[in-house]
């Protein structure tokens, strides 16, 4: 095995096994949504929503030029309840908000996309994990997903203070 690949193996599985789950309430729930993104080597067009999607992605797969959306779903999710959300062509893609966390602002998700096996991964809140998928639609354009949970379980967050209205001069 790659010394390099063990030790980096090494220390995230330290870093895991010595974090303690923060307890959660079954009955909390997580704003979650899902974004099909289909990408295509046909055309040039990029919404321009996704132009910094796009550029991460012709990094590795540079013959990617076209990035459009396709379907986006959001909904609650009580922890530890599975969902299906709607992709494209009839495919779809479990989501479960899982009832452990590791750490403030971060919660962990269990996704089973088209064509791929279940992939389970620490989600920072409100940003977007994204992954390209197996499928390719009738018109040869590749699957991506992106899935967000907001805001994550957790202790109510300290309440603002109302803002004085401002003096008139």
């Given at each position: 095995m790659n010394r390099r690949l063990f030790l980096r193996f090494g220390l995230c599985w330290?870093?895991?096994?010595?974090?303690?789950?923060?307890?959660?309430?079954?009955?909390?729930?997580?704003?979650?949504t899902v974004i099909a993104i289909l990408?295509?080597?046909?055309?040039?067009?990029?919404?321009?929503?996704?132009?910094?999607?796009?550029?991460?992605?012709?990094?590795?797969n540079p013959s990617l030029t076209g990035f459009k959306f396709a379907y986006t779903t959001t909904d609650k999710l009580t922890l530890g309840v599975t969902?299906?959300?709607?992709?494209?062509?009839?495919?779809?893609v479990e989501v479960t908000a899982n009832l452990s966390k590791i750490d403030e602002g971060k919660i962990t998700i269990t996704l089973k996309p088209p064509k791929i096996g279940q992939i389970t991964y620490n989600c920072v809140c409100e940003r977007y994990f994204s992954m390209a998928?197996?499928?390719?639609?009738?018109?040869?354009?590749?699957?991506?997903?992106?899935?967000?949970?907001?805001?994550?379980?957790?202790?109510?967050?300290?309440?603002?203070?109302?803002?004085?209205?401002?003096?008139s001069k």
């Amino acid at each position: 095995m790659n010394r390099r690949l063990f030790l980096r193996f090494g220390l995230c599985w330290a870093a895991f096994a010595t974090a303690s789950p923060a307890a959660l309430r079954a009955d909390e729930t997580v704003k979650v949504t899902v974004i099909a993104i289909l990408a295509s080597d046909k055309h040039k067009e990029v919404d321009k929503r996704l132009t910094a999607f796009a550029e991460e992605v012709q990094k590795k797969n540079p013959s990617l030029t076209g990035f459009k959306f396709a379907y986006t779903t959001t909904d609650k999710l009580t922890l530890g309840v599975t969902k299906t959300f709607p992709l494209v062509e009839n495919e779809t893609v479990e989501v479960t908000a899982n009832l452990s966390k590791i750490d403030e602002g971060k919660i962990t998700i269990t996704l089973k996309p088209p064509k791929i096996g279940q992939i389970t991964y620490n989600c920072v809140c409100e940003r977007y994990f994204s992954m390209a998928t197996q499928h390719f639609t009738k018109d040869k354009e590749q699957l991506f997903i992106a899935v967000t949970g907001k805001p994550c379980p957790g202790p109510e967050k300290e309440k603002e203070k109302p803002k004085e209205p401002a003096k008139s001069k």
